[in-house]
Each structure stands twice: as structure tokens, then as C-alpha cells.
């Protein structure tokens, strides 16, 4: 019989996160986070589930309909988990669920009760509470909710009941934890990364002129697949040729054709950890003179950045170093002209590089944790992740630019994980220098 409960992490790793998220709260307070809600995907079906990157990095628990309560020096116990209750005819259609009688053993949690006594329970735990940590907005549901028990602990006020004063930003404290990621984590990571990386090694050998873009997205989901991924972390970019130049192009539905560029920024999901990986390549399997130009640029940004990422270095020290290397890149072949430094200044650079050198990475692939502390941009620190993807995307409709350069979207992308002394990237097995690209289809056709 599989697992109840199946997970990469040791229950030490959770309940390691709960006692430093507790830790951090201010005396006397308490936490509450609810799972994600099924989403519907069209009359009687649903999307398959995905928990809540909070809860799940709090609990493991991967079932919706769920509370986690932090309650910290409460008597009966400080972990309190509402759950679903045992149903055998609905765990015949929809599979085995934990309920309250077995989670304390497969969970941790020091007490466990049915989702549908919350409304008994939570006006209880919450009297006598200085203040409530917890995410307000992300679901109308939860909040109502909230709202109304904190309503039933303040018309009991003359019985002695005492209602928190204050509502506390949850992610303030948890999502700064979720910034720097444990050696469970990066292990994690180091996996997701490595299924990733072959399966953009997948694509590159089939690709082939006339396949069309989903055709090289198979291949990358069977890819996941096949290790156990069993999502991708977002939806998988395929663009060839202009549609290399659209940032977030995900219908892909066209055809590619015999000397287009065709750019694929995929990843895995795996337990809950993304990888993001981006690589650009002929689908011939042999760049042209043009595009190879662009991205050695775009190459060489990426490598500029690289060198400076490492502990004590401001976040945007590496989007600063792609940009340089791109401007003059762009300078050198005509596509900017002028002085550099008034060109980085008023953003010359922006028409053909529009977004940032990269963004946290994690169990989100767009990574939660502040980029600026007090106004200014956080230092790294041993055990960040992150990507670096520097781009340049020449799309047809630019003024004044010589057609011969139409087209050609270059991105290059790669998770690192900032070390003691500098950093790793962990998704480097992807071919990403224009002779191993070419080796690499050539050796496959």
C-alpha cells in the first residue's frame, strides 16, 4: 500500500519550521493557515490539487480542507491540525484520506480534529491571544471565516473571553524563513534541477524543422514525468521563431521552421520545489550568424552575472553587471548607438531586454521574500536560491533595425543556490554554449 502521507522530508524538517516560526511570533500570540481550495476546472472536474506552498511548508500535508493552528505554550499542545474527516465511500472515488484519528502519528500534530468543528474550536483558542498570525486576502473563505470567529470570542466578552487586538502579517516572518533554504531544501532542489536540465537535453535531441511547439513540449513533460515530477513548476514556454520574442508565449502552436530560433523556459515541480530553466538553440541545430552574435551577448551577461552572486553581494548587483554586458553588446553590433553609461542611464537597453536578471526560487518558482529591506536591496546569504536569466528579443515590430536581426529572441536561464563562499548552479547539465548546443543536436540526429 503507497504511503498516506508521501514526502521527500523527514518529519524533524517540518517540525523544525514550525518551532522557528513560532520562535519568531511575539509572546502570547497565534497562527492560523488554511490549505489551498480545489479549483474547478470546468463542470464536474478539477485541476489536480495543489497545496498551498505555506501550509505544505509547514505541515507536508497535501490534503485541501484543512486548518494548521501554532498555538505556542498552549497546554493540551502547540501544533493543532483540522482535517478532513474519514469517509470510506468518498475514499473510494477520490483515494485514502489521513483524518484526525491518524495524524498525529503521520503528521506530528500534538492534537487533531475534523475540519467541521473549527467554528466550535477556533473561538476557543483564540481567547485570550494577544494577536493572530495569518495571510489576509489570499482567500475570501478563510477570512469571513476569521472575521467571525474573532466576532464570537468578542460577544462572550463578559464571561471573561479576551479577543486578540491585533491581526499580524503571517508571511512577514514565514516567507523570510522560506528565503533561505535548509540542506533538505537544496537537496531537494539540487533533484529538481537535474530532471529539468535532461529534460531540456530531450528536447534539444528531438527537435526537428516541421515539429510543431508542443511536440518539444511533450517532451519535456514526459521528461518530468518519468522521474517522478509529476507537474511542471508553470506553464512550459516553447517559442520558435517570433514567438521567441514574446516573454510569456504558452499556446505553442505553431510550426517551427528551418532557420528559426526556438526559446523553451521549462522546469519541474518535484514535492512541491520548482527548477526554471530557459535554453535557446537552432531548429536546425546550427545557428546563424546573427543569432549566434546575439547570444554569446547574451551568454556573456549571463556569466557576468554569475560573478556576482555570492554572500554579503546586493541582490540587484547581477541584473546591474547584464545589463552592462548587453548594452555594450548591443553597441558593438550596431543595434544602440551612443556612450554606454547614458544609455544604461536613460534605458536605450529596454526595447530588447525589458525584464529583470532573475527572481527567488523555491517551492514557488517565482519565489516569496523581499527583494528591498528599508529601501534598499537585501544582501545575499548562504542558502538563497535564484535564477539568472538575462535575455535580448529583437521582435520584428522594432524601429530602425536591419531585418536580418528580426526574430531572434535569446534567453539563457539557470537556478544557483548562494553558498559560503559564492554560489552553485545547479542546473548546468542543460547544453549552454553554442558548441555544445550543436554537438549535442548533431550527435542525436
Not at 524533524?12 to 481550495?37: D, H, N, Y
Not at 524543422?209 to 514525468?225: D, I, R, S
Request: hydrophobic residues 40%; contains cysteine.
Amino acid at each position: 500500500m503507497a504511503p498516506l502521507h508521501p514526502t521527500s522530508f523527514a518529519p524533524a524538517e517540518f517540525a523544525r519550521r514550525r518551532q522557528q516560526l513560532m520562535a519568531a511570533m511575539e509572546p502570547g500570540a497565534i497562527a492560523i493557515v488554511p490549505s489551498a481550495p480545489p479549483q474547478r476546472r470546468n463542470s464536474d472536474t478539477e485541476y489536480p490539487y495543489r497545496q498551498s506552498s505555506d501550509f505544505h511548508y509547514l505541515t507536508g500535508f497535501t490534503e485541501p480542507n484543512a486548518l494548521l493552528v501554532l498555538a505556542p505554550g498552549r497546554e493540551e499542545g502547540e501544533y493543532l491540525l483540522l482535517c478532513r474527516p474519514r469517509n470510506p465511500e468518498r475514499e473510494q472515488w477520490d483515494g485514502v484520506r489521513v483524518g484526525p484519528e491518524r495524524a498525529p502519528e503521520v503528521l506530528g500534530c500534538d492534537q487533531a480534529f475534523t475540519i467541521d468543528e473549527a467554528d466550535a474550536l477556533l473561538p476557543r483558542i483564540l481567547s485570550g491571544r494577544t494577536a493572530v498570525y495569518c495571510t489576509l486576502g489570499a482567500s475570501a473563505e478563510f477570512d469571513q471565516r476569521l472575521v467571525r470567529w474573532l466576532d464570537q470570542v468578542r460577544a462572550t466578552t463578559r464571561s471573561g473571553a479576551e479577543p486578540p487586538s491585533r491581526i499580524i502579517a503571517l508571511e512577514q516572518s514565514l516567507h523570510e524563513m522560506r528565503l533561505v533554504k535548509s540542506t533538505a531544501e537544496q537537496t531537494q532542489m539540487r533533484r529538481a534541477g537535474a530532471i529539468s536540465a535532461e529534460a531540456h537535453r530531450r528536447a534539444m535531441a528531438a527537435c526537428r524543422p516541421g515539429m510543431v511547439e508542443y511536440q518539444l513540449e511533450a517532451e519535456l513533460l514526459y521528461a518530468f514525468n518519468l522521474e517522478g515530477a509529476r507537474a511542471p513548476a508553470y506553464p512550459s514556454i516553447v517559442g520558435s521563431g517570433p514567438n521567441s520574442c514574446i516573454l510569456h508565449h504558452v499556446e505553442n502552436n505553431r510550426r517551427m521552421e528551418d532557420g528559426d530560433l526556438v526559446l523553451i523556459d521549462a522546469g519541474c515541480e518535484l514535492d512541491h520545489y520548482a527548477a526554471d530553466i530557459t535554453r535557446t538553440f537552432p531548429v536546425n541545430g546550427k545557428f546563424s550568424g546573427e543569432q549566434a552574435a546575439i547570444y554569446e551577448i547574451v551568454l556573456a551577461a549571463q556569466h557576468a552575472a554569475f560573478e556576482a552572486i555570492r554572500p554579503g553581494s546586493a541582490w540587484n548587483a547581477a541584473h546591474d553587471r547584464t545589463v552592462e554586458v548587453i548594452t555594450a553588446g548591443l553597441l558593438d553590433l550596431g543595434l544602440l548607438q551612443g556612450e554606454p553609461n547614458e544609455l544604461i542611464e536613460r534605458e536605450a537597453y529596454k526595447p530588447f531586454y525589458m525584464h529583470r536578471a532573475g527572481h527567488w526560487l523555491g517551492m514557488d518558482v517565482h519565489d516569496v521574500g523581499r527583494y528591498k529591506q528599508s529601501g534598499d536591496w537585501r544582501t545575499l546569504q548562504a542558502g538563497m536560491a535564484l535564477t539568472v536569466e538575462p535575455g535580448i528579443y529583437i521582435a520584428a515590430h522594432l524601429e530602425g533595425i536591419d531585418p536580418r536581426w528580426h526574430n531572434i529572441g535569446v534567453r539563457i536561464e539557470d537556478d544557483v543556490i548562494v553558498n559560503g563562499s559564492g554560489h552553485d548552479i545547479i542546473t548546468e547539465n542543460a547544453p549552454k554554449t553554442i558548441d555544445d548546443i550543436e554537438h549535442w543536436m548533431a550527435s542525436a540526429r
